[in-house]
């Protein structure tokens, strides 16, 4: 940037429990920059802001020591933070922005951002020199916030909101209220999905899987929801926000931000073996949760989830420094939406075919990842006991709409020998 241009530019004050970690400067020509504080980067006691800055992640320090510049999209750590598709388009509209001015968006949702990071606009004559010269001289201008109500920010592409519970009634969180619940409103495109992921991430729950608290929210029970359209049914999915604690922000991050990977690269950049090798390598409890981690891979082969991508894994820092795998969400059984869909969304064990796959690409998986095989197969064996125990009979009685249900029993007909499940 040149240091004649004069360029004016928007500043916000990014926070982590309280503790200053840096500043987000929006350049008017689309670039933004993060710049650390010094205070943040020379403190070996820091709140862990993402795992690549841990201080025992390979070259943190160096990471730190330079701004993070890019291009209109915010950097991946930032980026995967705001929401996608129609969510993201419901809030530029509301803004009046482009739906690729994330800057603007992220300015906006700052205040109730997943995890405990903060953002704040910064008055003009509070921004350091420093941050002001990063990439030349420039002004700091004071930002023009939107007034549009639903504030709230919560990766993924189905609408979601960020809710307060109280007495039974949930309301879009405003002000400082922090949401403690995300309430799923049932899809204009799939039939009844509120249905399906209620039913598979209770069987999931039943196989083992670490899940927040999850139920049915009626329709009638969802006050000042934006004006979007619903079909005719009658019920959300609800499930509890485990990246908070009555009003305590806890930090989060998901694997694209982990990996430095964009949204749209969370189909086709990384692998299952990578995430099980950051996990069973940087968690405060790398064999347990990479024993959840092979749990919830078989749990997503048998319940036809094709959509667990970079996003929808992630790891939680509930004492604000030491990495855990935080419990499963969004587990749906897409494979009744996707005509002919026979894939999850990531190489496990040199595979992605659901009909292909047996235990050997597992140990494949195991040892890719470093992680050793004795301590992953009895969890895989109790995974796949619990399943052709509880799962048949617990479908029957499970809210899956019943041609969905069909659907996942002739799923499970198909799956090798290793996997396969005899419906009732």
């Known amino acids: 940037m040149s240091t004649e241009n004069g360029d004016e530019v928007n500043v916000l004050q990014l926070t982590l429990h309280g503790r200053l970690v840096g500043y987000l400067a929006g350049f008017s020509n689309g670039r933004n920059v993060l710049s650390f504080a010094g205070e943040f980067t020379g403190d070996p006691g820091r709140p862990t802001f993402s795992l690549i800055t841990h201080p025992n992640f390979p070259r943190a320090e160096k990471i730190l020591s330079a701004p993070w510049a890019r291009n209109q999209r915010l950097h991946p750590v930032l980026s995967n933070l705001l929401p996608e598709g129609s969510l993201r388009e419901l809030i530029a509209q509301g803004l009046k922005v482009h739906i690729d001015n994330e800057f603007h968006i992220f ?51 189905q609408m979601k909101f960020s809710m307060k519970e109280k007495e039974g009634r949930y309301n879009l969180s405003k002000d400082d209220a922090l949401g403690d619940w995300i309430i799923k409103t049932p899809s204009t495109k799939h039939k009844n999905v509120p249905l399906n992921e209620y039913t598979a991430m209770s069987l999931a729950a039943m196989a083992g899987v670490d899940i927040p608290e999850i139920k049915l929210v009626e329709l009638d029970k969802l006050d000042n929801l934006p004006q979007i359209n619903l079909p005719d049914e009658k019920q959300a999915f609800a499930i509890k926000r485990f990246d908070r604690l009555e009003d305590t922000r806890i930090h989060m991050e998901d694997f694209a931000q982990i990996l430095v990977k964009y949204p749209h690269e969370k189909y086709d950049s990384a692998n299952y073996e990578q995430i099980g090798r950051v996990i069973y390598g940087y968690s ?30 992630s790891l939680l820092y509930r004492d604000q420094m030491t990495p855990r795998l935080s419990p499963a969400y969004d587990i749906v059984t897409t494979g009744v939406y996707i005509e002919d869909e026979r894939q999850y969304a990531l190489n496990l064990g040199k595979t992605k075919a659901w009909y292909a796959v047996t235990a050997a690409n597992f140990v494949s998986w195991a040892d890719k990842a470093d992680i050793p095989w004795r301590v992953i197969k009895p969890h895989l064996d109790d995974v796949m006991d619990k399943a052709r125990a509880l799962w048949p009979r617990a479908l029957k009685d499970l809210p899956m709409d019943e041609a969905h249900k069909e659907k996942l029993k002739n799923h499970w007909s198909n799956l090798q020998q290793d996997f396969k499940i005899a419906a009732d």
């Open 107 to 157: 300015s906006y949702l700052g205040e109730d951002l997943p995890g405990a990071l903060v953002a704040a606009p910064m008055e003009p004559d509070d921004v350091p020199d420093s941050v002001l010269t990063t990439h030349g001289k420039a002004k700091a201008v004071k930002f023009k916030k939107g007034d549009q109500q639903n504030k709230f920010s919560l990766a993924g592409v």
């Open 284 to 313: 405060g409890d790398g064999l347990t949760d990479v024993q959840q981690l092979a749990r919830r891979l078989l749990a997503n082969i048998l319940l036809a989830n094709g959509d667990a991508h970079l996003k929808n894994w």
